[in-house]
């Protein structure tokens, strides 16, 4: 059987860097690759209401900004289903079953759920709707008989939690023919790109935290974070010996910087481990490398900025088509929700005589 690929973002913001390399690059691989059954991409607009209940313009103005970004970033909509979660009830009625399969000590485990509560100052009261993310998650995924989920790092208990809820499931109503496929994560190859740091060294490039380079970023913003971001805080000299070590600018490096951009923008390196060599060594002042750095953002966000200005005049269009698209995503997740209520045994018309 083919692949069907489902993934998503919760419009809280406009996409950054983190979301770029963690997710939007492998999406457009994936869909640029074929061979696929399906491919959704999911705006968690419910979701996202979990942590802002009372700041729904913020969720709803996002929905279309995301959007924009994803066809910016290169997504290609006669490929891809980009949809609105809100607007495909069936999910939530798939959640009302699985929330009795996971119990409320094991979502308090979820590690990306104990960081986020951590970060929300949710540790004293936790909306339910939050605790129980992972399982309306699930059903996401769930619902379109999804099998590749790419993402970051930070998702995989999310994964992890979706395919216990399927075994619970099938231990339970043990169906006779296969109602969920068990998903898999696909992460990015690199390392770095799995969870990218922020621009304040401290956690991972985030909507909510406010420390990320945005895609829609004009160019003297970018230059300004990069010009901002955290280094090594021992490297006061030029002379200095310095560390590469949660060197955020190096992270970044690691993350974006291709021999080319060498020949390009400093030639007096072959490469990024030469680079290296010499902030380590002392010699090399912090200037130098961010404003290489910002060399290579520059160059990749510029033309993502140019796509967004001519779609930023169709929005109408992207309206109508985000639309259209919930409701063949709804008729969709039908299917496999009537399935599984059969499985169930929920199907009440079996009871007519
Ligand atoms: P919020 O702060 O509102 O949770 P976010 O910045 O964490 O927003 P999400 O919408 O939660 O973004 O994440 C969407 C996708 O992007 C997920 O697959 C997630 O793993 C990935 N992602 C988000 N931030 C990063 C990051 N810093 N590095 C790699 N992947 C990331
Ligand atoms: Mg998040």
Do not use: W
């Amino acid at each position: 059987m083919k692949d069907i690929i489902l993934t998503g973002d919760r419009p809280t913001g406009n996409l950054h860097l983190g979301h770029y390399v963690g997710s939007v690059l492998n999406r457009v691989k994936l869909q640029n690759q074929g061979g696929y059954e399906k491919f959704y991409i999911m705006i968690a607009d419910t979701q996202a209401l979990t942590d802002n209940a009372e700041r729904v313009d913020r969720v709803k103005n996002n929905i279309i900004q995301v959007a924009i970004d994803y066809i910016s970033a290169g997504i290609d909509t006669s490929k891809v289903n980009i949809f609105i979660q809100s607007l495909v009830p069936e999910l939530f009625e798939m959640t009302s079953y699985f929330m009795n399969f996971v119990s409320v000590s094991r979502l308090q485990r979820n590690p990306t759920i104990k960081d986020e509560i951590k970060q929300r100052g949710f540790e004293r009261t936790i909306p339910i709707g939050f605790l129980n993310y992972p399982v309306s998650q699930a059903s996401d995924i769930l619902a379109f008989g999804t099998t590749v989920v790419p993402v970051g790092e930070d998702q995989l208990p999310m994964i992890e939690q979706t395919r216990e809820i399927v075994n619970s499931f099938n231990n339970i109503y043990k169906p006779k023919e296969e109602v969920f496929r068990l998903p898999k994560a696909l992460l990015p190859e690199e390392q770095i790109c799995r969870r990218l740091p922020g621009l304040d060294g401290k956690v991972k490039m985030s909507k909510s935290v406010g420390n990320a380079i945005y895609l829609c970023d004009d160019e003297k913003t970018i230059k300004e974070k990069v010009m901002s971001a955290y280094t090594d805080p021992d490297h006061i000299r030029v002379s200095d010996p310095g560390k590469i070590e949660g060197n955020i600018v190096f992270s970044y490096l690691d993350a974006f910087a291709s021999d080319d951009d060498f020949k390009k923008y400093l030639p007096e390196y072959k490469n990024l481990e030469e680079l290296k060599e010499h902030y380590k060594k002392g010699g090399l002042g912090d200037v130098k490398v961010k404003l290489f750095l910002n060399n290579i953002l520059q160059e990749l966000l510029a033309p993502i900025r140019e796509k967004r200005r001519y779609l930023e005049e169709h929005i109408n269009d992207i309206y109508e088509l985000l639309f259209e698209n919930s409701k063949k995503a709804s008729t969709q997740a039908h299917i496999i929700l009537d399935k599984m209520k059969d499985a169930m045994g929920l199907d009440y018309t079996k009871l007519l005589k």
